[in-house]
C-alpha cells in the first residue's frame, strides 16, 4: 500500500520570499511519479509539477522546483519568488507507474502568501 | 485542453435520498475517479475505474456505487444519503500507461446532506 504524508497544514511566505512543502511517501513500489498538484480558492485541481522516481534530476517548472530524496522517500516542493497567486491548497500525490493507476494524495498544505 | 466536467458546482439532498453526482470527460481517459475532499484529511479515493463497466473500490467505498456505461461518463451514487456524507467531492480522469500521467480534476460537487 502506498501512503502519503504531508506534516504541515499550514504555511506562510511573504510575498518574493522562497517557501518549502514537505511531502513523505511509503511505497513498495519500484517504480513510481510523484506529483504536487495546487487547489486554488475556486477549487480547480491544477498539476504544479511532476517527478518519475526512476529520475535522479529533480525536475523544475519555472519557479517551482523539488527536491526528491529517493532514500529518504521525501518529496519537497519548493515556491521562489512567491507570488499572491500562489496562494492556495497544495497536495503532494503519488502513483505507481505499473498496476491500477490510483493516485494517493496527502492530506495538504494550505499556503498563504502575505504582501 | 482536457475538461472534465461535473454536473452540479452546489447540491443540497435530503437524509435518506438518492443522489447522482455526474462526470464526464471529453479526452477519450481510460482511467476515472471519484474522490472525497475533506479538511484535514485530504483526498480520498471512493471508487474508480480503469475501463468500461469496470470498476475498483478504492479506500472509502461504504455508502457508494459508481457506474460507467459509457467510456466519457462515470457516475457516483449515494444509495441513502446520510449527514456524514456531506463533503467536497472531486471527480478526476487519466490517461493508461506509464505515459502522460497527469490526471485532470473537475471543478468539484459540494454536496450538503440535511
Known amino acids: 500500500a502506498q501512503t502519503v504524508t504531508q506534516s504541515q497544514p499550514e504555511m506562510s511566505v511573504q510575498e518574493a520570499e522562497t517557501v518549502t512543502l514537505s511531502c513523505t511517501y511509503d511505497t513498495s513500489e519500484s517504480d513510481y511519479y510523484l506529483f504536487w498538484y495546487k487547489q486554488p480558492p475556486s477549487r480547480q485541481m491544477i498539476l504544479v509539477i511532476r517527478?518519475?522516481?526512476?529520475?535522479?534530476q529533480n525536475a523544475t517548472e519555472n519557479r517551482f522546483s523539488v527536491n526528491f530524496q529517493k532514500a529518504a522517500k521525501s518529496f519537497s516542493l519548493k515556491i521562489s519568488d512567491s507570488q499572491l497567486g500562489d496562494a492556495a491548497m497544495y497536495f503532494c500525490?503519488?502513483?505507481?507507474?505499473?498496476?491500477?493507476?490510483?493516485?494517493?494524495f496527502g492530506t495538504g498544505t494550505r499556503l498563504k502568501v502575505l504582501a | 485542453d482536457v475538461k472534465v466536467t461535473q454536473s452540479s458546482r452546489y447540491l443540497v439532498k435530503r437524509t435518506g435520498e438518492k443522489v447522482f453526482l455526474e462526470c464526464v470527460q471529453d479526452m477519450d481517459h481510460e482511467n476515472m475517479f471519484w474522490y472525497r475532499q475533506d479538511p484535514g484529511l485530504g483526498l480520498r479515493l471512493i471508487y474508480f475505474?480503469?475501463?468500461?463497466?469496470?470498476?475498483e473500490k478504492g479506500d472509502i467505498p461504504e455508502g457508494y456505487s459508481v457506474s460507467r456505461e459509457k467510456k466519457e461518463r462515470f457516475s457516483l451514487i449515494l444509495e441513502s444519503a446520510s449527514t456524514n456524507q456531506t463533503s467536497m467531492y472531486l471527480c478526476a480522469s487519466s490517461l493508461e500507461g506509464v505515459m502522460n500521467t497527469e490526471a485532470f480534476f473537475g471543478q468539484g460537487t459540494r454536496l450538503t446532506v440535511v
Open positions: 475505474s480503469y475501463d468500461v463497466k469496470m470498476k
Open positions: 500525490a503519488a502513483r505507481a507507474l505499473s498496476g491500477t493507476y490510483k493516485y494517493i
Open positions: 517527478q518519475e522516481a526512476y529520475k535522479q
